[in-house]
């Protein structure tokens, strides 16, 4: 595998040796000295008792012990080296705009954190940990001051529980993630047209009949939202309605516009099942159900989806048109503003505020409900001139797989936000990054929630002038090494899925091909084949990362040695062995491949891949001898490499092939 040693980590000018934070502080002040880490270490509160601030430190040092392998005992006569000072515990679970600030003082005699509320010391704890590196005599803590409190009170990750299965340990294991990037909401989207995720009591045919037996007890439900609670994360759930309802009415077709019968969704899409706008018995329905549920999230927001109503339904039924034209309703948009109002009276009534996507914004709906913008930055500055909050996720979609500095170069304040008047700035709240979940299982979706999720936790935390892309990638490849020792599981998932692959036969010819390939976002995959919830995700295309972290260490090494074949000898080294490695790999893998027998095999559609690395390394070695030698390229060599590069540039078994980046970099780089 190849290492990246050309990797810099780059916290800033004056503290550029130090550990990656991620995300960078507000202020950051490097000190003489070193705090060295050893089995004495002890952390404790010093502050007025807060038993789940203890806990939380002491889960810290337990995590920070397997972190360095150094067991720390907190021995009873040993001096605390962290001292925790919290001025006050704060609510009894995070609420939005509390104050979240920190500040953390390094010495060589100890540390000090200091924050107003339980929320600042938990993000201070997960700095103090980030700082965390190995010396030559071990583990230590550079000398700090840090400042620090977030740029938005919104930062979230939307995960997608309905679609496809995500068990609790999934769940919790994102929450530690989400916490040591100090994110700090956990939208749950818990019902869809392909299940419905919930234990109802009142409505029992909902998870019996609409989620082939894979759901959420209440029991379970509380337990997440306490989980999340002690970590500093608000949970919001989102059960969606009027659309996207096709697992409700499978138990309760009387709730639909169309009498049934219905059946749990397979494929993906968006359906046409709407709940009847038109009957009062859909609101009392709607009135116990969130009666029953809101008793479960403590939280004041619930978000009620809205998005993707399909008018088919309603247009064609007699009922709900002469319902409209009593109500002056002139079309489904009005029906569906109708809709929202009444569900936005009932979650009132229990003290909840509505959240839904852009697709509810109508002028009729209250100025305290929150909309949620995929579609764009346009609609979010809408909604702020309008009078409502909102969050944007229109850029912070993980499951398209856009690379980190996409989704880091998305500002929700950015684009038709930054000209808007400083009242109407005020109200957009912040992100929410969106693991939906077509194309991802229980096994893969740690690999696309994370590393880049901390990209964009990044960008909702750090001030907005932390732009510096070769930094953020320094950064993030660190911190994706440390968020292992969470529990997500996106590079330990990595191995098995390959090794299942082959079968019980030497995987390394299909690790070197997948290390240069990249998986396919939704769009793309969607358009290459006909999916559902029951295909099984056990290719190539599956185990694939969103982004290769060895060829963007190539890329990087292959642009100094075109802009300096002579003076940049160990990047030229590093891409001769990874060409050399990709030249000579086919050989093996087509042997591999041959041993499976002909056809159907996971490696039978990857061998025209395994070709075209082969000759993109025999490309890239002949490209590092002409650079080398002062040499330009042959105009003849330099055509047929555009022509087979452009043609590589097509997916291929629904994967890029990444590797043809640092070859094009030298090819343009020959040149000149």
């Known amino acids: 595998m190849l290492r990246l040693a050309l ?87 995070p609420t939005l705009g509390e104050d979240e600030s920190y500040t953390l003082d390094v010495t060589s005699d100890g540390a000090l954190l200091k924050a107003p509320t339980r929320a600042g010391a938990l993000h201070g704890l997960e700095t103090f940990g980030q700082l965390v590196t190995l010396a030559q005599d071990g583990f230590e803590v550079p000398a700090v001051h840090i400042e620090d409190n977030p740029r938005f009170p919104w930062r979230g990750l939307m995960l997608d529980s309905a679609r496809h299965w995500m068990p609790l340990e999934v769940v919790k294991r994102n929450l530690d993630a989400m916490a040591a990037v100090k994110l700090n909401v956990f939208h749950w989207h818990l019902s869809e047209d392909q299940g419905f995720r919930v234990e109802s009591k009142r409505f029992p045919k909902l998870q019996q009949e609409g989620s082939d037996g894979l759901f959420y007890t209440q029991d379970e439900i509380s337990g997440v939202v306490a989980y999340a609670r002690d970590r500093g994360i608000r949970v919001v759930p989102e059960f969606d309605i009027p659309g996207h309802t096709t697992a409700w009415l499978v138990g309760y077709p009387e709730l639909g516009t169309i009498p049934g019968p219905y059946e749990i969704g397979r494929k993906w899409g968006v359906y046409e099942n709407a709940l009847d706008p038109s009957r009062e018995e859909t609101y009392a329905f709607l009135d116990a159900f969130f009666e029953e549920m809101t008793a479960l999230f403590p939280d004041p927001y619930f978000h009620i989806g809205g998005d993707e109503v399909v008018a088919r339904q309603w247009n064609a039924s007699a009922r709900v048109q002469a319902f409209a034209k009593q109500n002056n309703l002139k079309d489904a948009h009005a029906i569906q503003a109708y809709f929202n109002q009444r569900v936005q009276k009932l979650l009132q009534k229990r003290g909840k505020i509505l959240i839904g996507w852009d697709e509810v914004l109508h002028p009729d709906l209250p100025r305290d409900i929150v909309v949620q913008s995929w579609r764009g930055q346009k609609s979010l500055a809408e909604a702020a001139t309008q009078g409502y909050r909102g969050i944007l996720s229109w850029g912070y979609y993980l499951d398209h797989l856009s690379p980190a500095a996409f989704h880091y170069g998305v500002d929700p304040m950015s684009g038709d936000a930054d000209k808007l008047a400083p009242e109407e700035k005020s109200r957009i709240l912040g992100g929410e990054m969106c693991m939906w979940s077509e194309y991802t299982t229980a096994e893969m979706v740690d690999s696309r929630i994370w590393p880049r999720a901390a990209a964009i936790a990044e960008r909702l935390w750090s001030p907005a002038a932390t732009r510096d892309v070769d930094s953020m990638y320094a950064r993030m490849e660190s911190v994706s090494r440390l968020l292992e020792w969470t529990g997500v599981q996106h590079r330990a998932n990595y191995a098995p899925m390959l090794e299942r692959m082959m079968g019980g036969r030497p995987a390394e010819p299909l690790r070197v091909l997948a290390d240069a390939v990249e998986g396919l976002g939704l769009g793309p995959r969607a358009r290459a084949g006909k999916y559902t919830s029951l295909t099984p995700m056990n290719r190539l295309a599956d185990a694939a990362r969103p982004e290769s972290e060895s060829v963007r260490a190539m890329e990087t090494a292959a642009a100094k040695v075109a802009a300096d074949p002579k003076g940049s000898p160990a990047e030229a080294a590093l891409l001769r062995r990874e060409f050399a490695r990709w030249a000579a790999n086919d050989a093996r893998f087509r042997e591999l491949a041959a041993e ?62 990444a590797a043809i980046r640092p070859v094009k970099v030298l090819l343009k780089g020959g040149k000149k």
């Open 7 to 93: 990797s810099i980590t780059l916290i800033s000018s004056a503290f550029a040796a130090a550990p990656a934070l991620m995300p960078l502080p507000v202020t950051l002040r490097p000190a003489t000295g070193k705090l060295t880490l050893d089995a004495t270490f002890k952390a404790a509160l010093v502050s007025a008792p807060d038993a789940r601030l203890d806990a939380a430190i002491g889960r810290f040092v337990v995590r920070l012990s397997r972190q360095t392998g150094i067991p720390m005992l907190g021995l009873k006569d040993a001096t605390p080296k962290l001292r925790v000072a919290c001025a006050a515990a704060g609510n009894d679970y």
């Open 596 to 657: 499976s027998g002909p056809g159907g095999t996971p490696l039978a559609e990857l061998q025209p891949l395994s070709r075209d690395l082969a000759a993109l390394g025999n490309a890239g070695l002949k490209l590092l001898d002409a650079l080398e030698k002062g040499q330009t390229p042959a105009a003849a060599f330099v055509a047929e490499q555009t022509k087979e590069i452009t043609r590589m540039e097509r997916p291929a078994a629904e994967v890029n092939l």
